[in-house]
């Protein structure tokens, strides 16, 4: 009783206090306060429409204390009354700079909606909005918090995508999608493990075509992307791309239906002026390959171009993912490359020689693929690609080691695939290499050095058997 008098208090101090000891109590012995429920939720709801704002947060903290224990129908109709005013709270404390505060509203809003959702049901269009709203607040409040908002959409879209669609929801979260996607990063060197708008958009948006079906979804796509590919704005440009490889997973059997109309695109941003768009359109290009097999194959003359082009792009990250691109082409081609292999190894040459390990581990990769796509007519190229194989198979530092496993990995495909003849020539230090890669402490190498050796046995045969003392000790 003393307590339910300070929390009714003129003075501001004394409400804080006694709302932070309930709050303390209810999240320490809350089941032994059922009883009191009603009461203590009363108190909590009041208090978040104090006009001091610590007793406001305390208030939240309150209800984040009382909403774990709720469990019958009448405790959760008694949690969902204090949705509305938490919601206004968060947005209160957004403008007033408090990120604790919000960020704690949050989680408990997350933690409510994976483990009682019943409580927020009622609210959902008003939950939604919020965080909506939050989301694409760019300027005014805090990526850290922006995050956390979409976050919770993330979630819901995974989770709940069919009760959005019931709610007709899901045309405002594509629109806020679209429009995080589109947003520029303040900094062109910003950490890549910080949030950005562009995550958050993607993650929405991705979590939206994996769980409702493509064709309810890709009329919206296509409309966003077709209004943004040629925009003067290279941030739409870019959401426009972004778009297209975020959603090649979720919306592959819709989009396989309209690939004349989506490679078009794809191949514009592969052209763009920015080299940020066309580094995205790389990455696009490689959800393609990878998601819409066979049919994204027939289109290899209009893509190959594209990539070999983003080859000789000036940055790592478009070289890197024009490689995995090829990579994927390769995987899913034959004799079709055969007439674009001159050029793809004089590319692939110069990926080879390059300073940075990722890219040379991505290029041998796409090599990889391409030797086991022509078989003999990767002759040619054999001599010089053996021996950039063998230079890396000597490195012995530990930075080194994933590039030592991918070179590991293509000379025992070289082997596997052309004429034994071919291969003699190399086979006694590639075999010395080999064995020398399972004395270092490295599981990756480990792992391609036995791949390798499985792929030099089809060559030497019956000539393996000396070496399986020193493989199998």
């Known amino acids: 009783q003393y307590l339910f008098e300070c929390s009714q208090s003129q003075h501001g101090e004394h409400r804080e206090a006694a709302i932070l000891i309930f709050a303390s109590l209810t999240d320490t012995i809350g089941d032994q306060l059922r009883e009191h429920f009603k009461t203590l939720i009363g108190i909590f709801i009041g208090g978040m429409g104090d006009a001091a704002q610590p007793v406001r947060v305390a208030s939240v903290r309150g209800v984040g204390a009382l909403l774990q224990w709720l469990g019958t129908p009448e405790e959760v109709a008694l949690g969902a009354q204090a949705l ?7 947005g209160q404390c957004i403008t007033a700079g408090d990120e604790d505060t919000v960020m704690m509203a949050y989680e408990t809003l997350i ?51 069919k ?30 493990d910080e949030p950005q708008a562009y995550k ?24 966003f992307v077709a209004a943004n590919i040629a925009s003067p704005d290279r941030g739409a440009r870019r959401g426009a791309i972004m778009v297209m490889g975020t959603c090649a997973e979720g919306c592959a059997e819709s989009f396989t239906e309209h690939l004349e109309t989506l490679l078009p695109w794809l191949l514009k941003g592969m052209e763009d002026p920015d080299l940020s768009v066309r580094s995205w359109a790389c990455w696009a290009l ?21 990539i070999f082009q983003a080859l000789a792009a ?5 070289q890197r993912r024009a490689c995995i691109a090829l990579d994927a082409f390769c995987e899913n081609l034959t004799d ?19 300073d940075d390990p990722e890219l040379r581990e991505v290029g041998m990769s796409s090599i990889s693929s391409a030797a086991g796509a022509v078989g003999d007519a990767f002759l040619p190229y054999f001599p010089r690609t053996m021996q950039r194989v063998g230079m890396c198979m000597a490195y012995e530092s530990e930075e080194l080691l994933s590039l030592r496993a991918r070179a590991t990995e293509l000379g025992g495909i070289l082997a596997a695939t052309l004429k034994r003849e071919a291969f003699e020539p190399y086979r006694e230090a590639f075999v010395g290499a080999l064995l020398a890669g399972l004395a270092l402490d490295s599981n990756e ?12 046995s089809i060559v030497m045969q019956k000539d393996m058997a000396p070496l399986l003392p020193a493989i199998l000790p």
């Open 200 to 223: 958050m958009g993607s993650a929405t948006l991705d979590s939206l075509a994996i769980n409702l079906p493509s064709r309810s979804l890709v009329p919206e796509l296509l409309t």
């Open 111 to 161: 933690e409510v909606c994976s483990t009682s959702f019943e409580i927020v049901e009622g609210h959902l269009t008003i939950l939604v909005k919020h965080m909506l709203q939050v989301g694409c607040a760019k300027g005014t409040a805090d990526l850290a918090v922006r995050d956390k908002a979409m976050g919770l959409i993330s979630e819901l879209c995974a989770s709940k995508a």
């Open 286 to 306: 490689t959800q393609f390959a990878e998601f819409l097999q066979p049919e994204i194959v027939e289109h290899y003359e209009a893509m190959l171009p594209g």
């Open 163 to 192: 009760l959005l669609k019931r709610k007709h929801l899901v045309p405002q979260i594509l629109q806020a999608a679209f429009l995080l996607m589109a947003e520029l990063e303040e900094d062109d060197d910003a950490d890549p």
């Open 445 to 456: 190498l480990r792992e391609y050095t036995y791949g390798a050796l499985a792929n030099l």
């Open 336 to 354: 079709e490359l055969g007439p674009y292999l001159e050029r793809l190894m004089a590319q692939m040459e110069h990926v080879l020689d390059a």
């Open 314 to 318: 000036s940055d790592l990250t478009t």
């Open 84 to 90: 509305p005013p938490l919601l206004n709270v968060a």
